[in-house]
């Protein structure tokens, strides 16, 4: 057996434990060898036999149980995200941040709490802001809706609010500003000129745990001279 | 990726009708408007229903009509943001203008819809947690022990529950006296504010009288207060999302300095919209004072039983009433 001595700060140590010793096996072979995984392979792997599963599983079901009332909803929908349409099919219990997310891969989107608490999900549906994470998708199948990836124009110009919230050092962590980014940038197409308590009543529903409100409502503000 | 919702069939009728229809079809169907409650239910899994019907395509239950006797009606799938910014409603009834405006957070006011604010279910703790508590269909309150976190739940009507009415809107409009428009199979029926909301007494299991297959289409809200003084206020932890620990609605008519006419009423002290009976009476006929407010405090928590850990909304509920009596001088 090795024994391991004091630990000794003016070694490199290398990383990991040690390695297992071979015990009672004889052949030439080891019994393990290491898999040299890395996060990434691992991922891929997941997917890969996540898509075997699925997909047998798929296959092996003799028969997909029919709608059981034609009446309701179909799979298959057109939603208009960010001035395109597109078709994307989505399940019943399919919410509006998933579906941007991973059906769409709009990832600016983010799912914070998943329930309505936090306002990282936030996207703009007609005009007005909502909670995609808590919005059923065929609930705005005919609405227009817009992301943080919208936000921005044609040609990659920052929207005054996005440079206006990076002049004032308002992001952190940066979890909940596309949420904020959102929800200034429709505060400003309803109202170009808000009060510094009006603005705070609108950005209320936006959670920042890094605590940077008023550099947010310092940026809305500046944005607002802008626009 | 997982919405975490169990599977279910999403039906969006276009009319009243085919609502029914499908309500009439499927045993366990659950209405759906702005799915603002309804959805944190299923992500809980503490609800499971098959079938899901989204009313929010119906346009007989949106809007906001004027009605002949100075009155509104308020469709029950209007949103709290619609509510909040109507004029109509600003200049009649701003206490529930106000009490909509205080609801949640404004992502939450722009799809949360007024039917589901008056309807949604407690915010008992425990009882949204899954508990098998007496209105999950148990035989016990996990709230009212002697170690329970109860400073959220209720100081009157206690019947095996402990829970609170949740709703803001709830309090303006049951002081503003309105009726809710329920119809079931093709007939409508109008059921008033003090017969909508129901308490543990009656049946521990929901919080309204609407039953399966029932819908919400509606509320009138008479012309009767139309105009009055009124005044709402909200007390909760925070601003934003946050349920009330009370709040309380008033509206009064008053002739020359005196108070003609007072409806008030208290919330989340109570299973249902607690009206201030003994206030009313107390201050009919009376001018706004010192003298009445004294009085007013005296009686406006009288016979509250405190739990645990929620004495303080005693003070907190007779200091409403206080200011909104005061609101009138």
Redesign the interface.
């Known amino acids: 057996m090795e024994t391991y001595g004091p630990y000794d700060p003016t070694v490199d140590y290398v990383p990991g434990p040690a390695p297992r010793p071979n015990r009672g096996h004889t052949g030439e072979t080891p019994l393990w060898r290491p898999l040299h995984m890395t996060r990434r392979n691992f991922l891929r792997g997941v997917v890969c036999s996540g898509v075997v599963i699925g997909g047998s599983a798929y296959l092996f079901s003799a028969t997909t149980p029919a709608?059981?009332?034609t009446?309701?909803?179909e799979r298959l929908v057109r939603l208009t995200v960010n001035g395109r349409a597109r078709s994307v099919e989505v399940?019943?219990?399919?919410?509006l941040a998933?579906t941007l997310?991973?059906r769409l891969g709009l990832t600016g989107t983010k799912i914070g709490c998943?329930?309505?608490?936090c306002?990282a999900c936030?996207v703009i549906a007609d005009g007005?802001?909502?909670?995609s994470c808590?919005?059923?998708t065929?609930?705005v199948r005919d609405s227009e809706i817009t992301t943080v990836e919208g936000v921005a124009g044609e040609d990659g110009t920052l929207h005054p609010v996005q440079q206006a919230f990076i002049e004032e050092i308002a992001p952190q962590c940066g979890f909940c500003t596309p949420g904020q980014v959102v929800?200034a940038v429709a505060l400003l197409n309803r109202n170009p000129n808000p009060t510094v308590e009006e603005a705070r009543?609108?950005m209320?529903?936006n959670l920042c745990r890094c605590g940077a409100y008023d550099h947010y409502l310092r940026g809305v503000m500046k944005a607002a001279e802008r626009v | 990726?997982t919405?975490?919702?169990?599977?279910?069939?999403?039906?969006?009728?276009a009319t009243l009708a085919?609502a029914q229809a499908?309500l009439g079809?499927?045993e366990d169907a659950w209405i759906?408007a702005g799915?603002?409650d309804s959805?944190?239910w299923?992500?809980h899994r503490v609800k499971q229903p098959s079938?899901?019907v989204?009313v929010?395509n119906i346009p007989d239950l949106h809007g906001i009509r004027e009605e002949d006797d100075g009155g509104l009606w308020i469709g029950a799938t209007t949103t709290l943001?619609e509510v909040n910014e109507s004029e109509e409603v600003q200049s009649r009834f701003p206490a529930l203008a106000q009490a909509a405006l205080r609801v949640?957070?404004?992502?939450?006011r722009?799809?949360g819809t007024i039917g589901g604010n008056v309807s949604q279910d407690t915010r008992c703790t425990y009882y949204r947690d899954g508990f098998p508590c007496y209105r999950a269909g148990g035989n016990t309150c996990y709230a009212n022990t002697p170690t329970a976190m109860n400073r959220e739940h209720a100081l009157f009507g206690v019947s095996r529950c402990v829970a609170v009415t949740p709703s803001d809107t709830a309090i303006a409009l049951t002081a503003l006296e309105a009726a809710f428009i329920v119809e079931r199979g093709g007939n409508r029926r109008e059921v008033a504010a003090a017969d909508f909301f129901i308490g543990p007494d009656i049946d521990i299991t929901r919080m309204t009288m609407l039953e399966r297959g029932d819908i919400l289409v509606g509320i009138r809200i008479p012309g009767k207060w139309a105009g009055s003084r009124q005044y709402f206020e909200k007390v909760a932890d925070r601003?934003?999302?946050d349920f009330a620990l009370a709040n309380i609605a008033m509206a009064a008519t008053m002739e020359g300095s005196a108070i003609s006419d007072i409806s008030i009423v208290c919330g989340a002290v109570q299973c249902i919209p607690r009206r201030l009976t003994d206030v009313e009476s107390l201050a009919r006929g009376e001018t706004p004072g010192e003298e009445l407010e004294t009085l007013v405090k005296r009686v406006a928590a009288r016979g509250a039983e405190p739990l645990n850990f929620n004495h303080f909304k005693v003070p907190l509920m007779e200091n409403l009433a206080v200011r909104a009596i005061r609101s009138l001088a």
């Open positions: 709608r059981a009332d009446r309701a909803v399940a019943p219990n399919e919410t998933t997310r991973y998943n329930q309505g608490e306002g936030t007005t802001t909502i909670y808590s919005t059923l065929h609930r929800t009543l609108a209320s529903g | 990726m919405d975490v919702m169990h599977n279910f069939e999403l039906f969006q009728p085919d499908i079809d499927h759906i799915g603002m959805l944190d299923f992500k079938v899901l989204d929010a943001t949640a957070s404004p992502q939450i722009n799809k601003n934003t999302w």
